[in-house]
């Protein structure tokens, strides 16, 4: 009995897994902010979709520290932090040149530090329940298992596209 439920669990957990990104990893992080949507892609095979919770005040572009706004535009993964207070993070480029300019003329900070990230350090039992709203501070949260999948399939320096 014990084996059935062993084989059971296997099977469950590697069914969640995406088939595709097992073998190879993604070239593109693209994130669709109207649909909530975070898709893996390489060329133009998609491997695997999450949905996602944004900035609090998701609608347009990020421009000013505080905001709550997720960015648009296009960035790299820079790096990644195993230690991070949201469980596992993936640090997004931004700003860019044009955010910090874009800053400028409004005569504020830019912000930084947006990441792509898993829940709450001790929250992680908050699973898919966690995309009933917008909560972030502008950035892109997944659950656990899923930062977990993103983790493995995306490399630092590949490309990450923020749509509206």
Same mark, same amino acid.
């Given at each position: 009995?014990? &084996?059935?439920?062993?084989?059971?669990?296997?099977?469950?957990? &590697?069914?969640?897994?995406?088939?595709?990104?097992?073998?190879?990893?993604?070239? $593109?992080?693209?994130?669709?902010?109207?649909?909530?949507?975070?898709? #893996?892609?390489?060329?133009?095979?998609?491997?695997?979709? *999450?949905?996602?919770? $944004?900035?609090?005040?998701p609608v347009g572009p990020k421009? !000013?520290?505080? =905001?709550?706004?997720?960015?648009?535009?296009? *960035?790299?993964?820079?790096? @990644? +932090?195993?230690?991070?207070? &949201? *469980? @596992?993070?993936?640090?997004?480029? *931004?700003?860019?040149?044009?955010?910090?300019? +874009?800053?400028?003329?409004?005569?504020?900070?830019?912000?930084? =530090?947006?990441?792509?990230?898993?829940?709450? +350090?001790?929250?992680? /039992?908050?699973?898919?329940?966690?995309?009933?709203?917008? /909560?972030? #501070?502008? !950035?892109?949260?997944?659950? +656990?298992?899923?930062?977990?999948?993103? /983790?493995? &399939?995306?490399? =630092?320096?590949?490309?990450?596209?923020?749509?509206?």
């Amino acid at each position: 009995m014990r &084996f059935i439920a062993l084989v059971v669990t296997l099977i469950l957990a &590697f069914s969640s897994l995406p088939v595709s990104a097992s073998t190879e990893g993604a070239d $593109l992080v693209l994130i669709e902010k109207s649909k909530r949507l975070l898709t #893996l892609k390489r060329g133009d095979k998609q491997l695997a979709q *999450y949905t996602v919770a $944004l900035g609090g005040t998701p609608v347009g572009p990020k421009r !000013c520290i505080g =905001d709550s706004k997720t960015p648009e535009g296009t *960035y790299r993964i820079i790096g @990644r +932090n195993s230690k991070s207070a &949201f *469980y @596992r993070s993936l640090k997004l480029s *931004y700003p860019t040149k044009e955010d910090r300019e +874009n800053a400028k003329r409004l005569g504020c900070s830019p912000g930084g =530090d947006i990441m792509i990230h898993g829940l709450p +350090n001790g929250r992680g /039992w908050i699973g898919a329940a966690h995309r009933q709203m917008d /909560w972030t #501070l502008g !950035c892109i949260a997944v659950t +656990n298992s899923e930062i977990d999948e993103i /983790w493995k &399939f995306v490399a =630092d320096g590949t490309a990450v596209q923020i749509k509206p």
